[in-house]
């Protein structure tokens, strides 16, 4: 059996959450994926592990729903099945109903139609995304992720905000330390794409004038390109696989010894919730950059 994991996600207006959450724990349960789905009144989020004809009868069943139709699904390598054929990248199945099927902390901002997320940012597919990048030299990268995440991986002089959680995006973008960003191209990007649909919303409402995101988000840019194209790193992922490698450098540096790694870890501190980058060798003994300072002082 061949282990493959699935990342997926679609917006479109769900008048019954609890519904579709007890159909996709069934559904999932049935065909023993194990990962966690999302739910809510704008959508879809998942990322399931399993073997691949588990996984293909989930999405053609999942798509025979109509408002799931467009469902955005792209697909990496997973670790292993164990021996009852469960995925070795999830420990269990988790199936909940959210305010938002993406932490922002702002459901009430977020509108979506059938068709998607209204107001959000012009789609690029990787291919037109290199052909902005050649013809103009004012693009700018947005980081999607949590701060820690670009660490390890992140587009060529891309800019990274300040942030620990997706939550903090709002405040971050009201801060004011992008207004100079409101009149030039901004490409947001994420690791599945589903951060971008929500951020590139807030952007432009918050005043952006040409807001775009990464179709498809890091993952697919990396089926296109690899280790050949404007990507420098690795790609964390929200599993028991840590970090996905596009064969190209190491960019992250331990915190403990500096040297190369692309491995993260949690602070030392156990009242952090902080991650960092943290070497095999240095093992689970280093703290994040705050406690880190403070036990300098």
């Not at 959450?17 to 789905?37: F, N, S, T, V, Y």
């Not at 009868?57 to 021996?83: H, I, M, N, Q």
């Not at 794409?193 to 929500?198: A, D, H, L, P, Y």
Request: proline share 3%; aromatic share 8%.
């Amino acid at each position: 059996m061949l282990a493959k994991v699935l990342l997926f996600y679609v917006f479109t207006p769900l008048a019954d959450p609890e519904a579709i959450r007890l159909w996709q724990r069934d559904l999932a349960e049935a065909l023993g994926l194990r990962g966690r789905l999302l739910i809510s009144r704008h959508g879809l989020n998942g990322t399931l592990g399993g073997d691949m004809p588990a996984l293909k009868r989930y999405v053609r069943k999942t798509k025979e729903y109509a408002p799931f139709a467009g469902l955005d699904v792209k697909w990496s390598e997973g670790t292993g099945l164990d021996a009852d054929g469960g995925s070795l990248d999830f420990p269990r199945l988790s199936v909940k109903v959210r305010d938002e099927i993406v932490s922002f902390g702002a459901p009430d901002e977020l509108e979506v139609s059938r068709a998607g997320v209204v107001g959000g940012g012009a789609h690029l597919t990787p291919d037109e995304l290199h052909r902005m990048i050649d013809e103009r030299d004012d693009v700018v990268f947005f980081d999607g992720r949590n701060a820690f995440e670009a660490e390890i991986g992140r587009f060529r002089g891309a800019i990274v905000p300040d942030v620990a959680t997706t939550h903090d995006f709002v405040a971050e973008l009201d801060s004011g330390k992008y207004d100079h960003l409101k009149n030039r191209p901004v490409v947001t990007y994420c690791t599945g794409g589903i951060r971008c649909e929500v951020l590139s919303s807030l952007m432009t409402s918050r005043g952006f004038d040409e807001v775009y995101q990464l179709d498809g988000g890091i993952v697919r840019y990396a089926e296109a390109f690899g280790a050949t194209g404007l990507w420098e790193g690795s790609l964390y992922v929200f599993d028991g696989r840590e970090s996905v490698s596009f064969g190209g450098d190491v960019i992250g540096r331990c915190r403990a010894c500096g040297s190369p790694s692309e491995r993260i870890a949690n602070c030392v501190d156990e009242s952090c919730r902080a991650r960092t980058v943290l070497c095999e060798a240095c093992g689970d003994r280093a703290a994040c950059a705050e406690h880190a300072a403070a036990a300098a002082a």
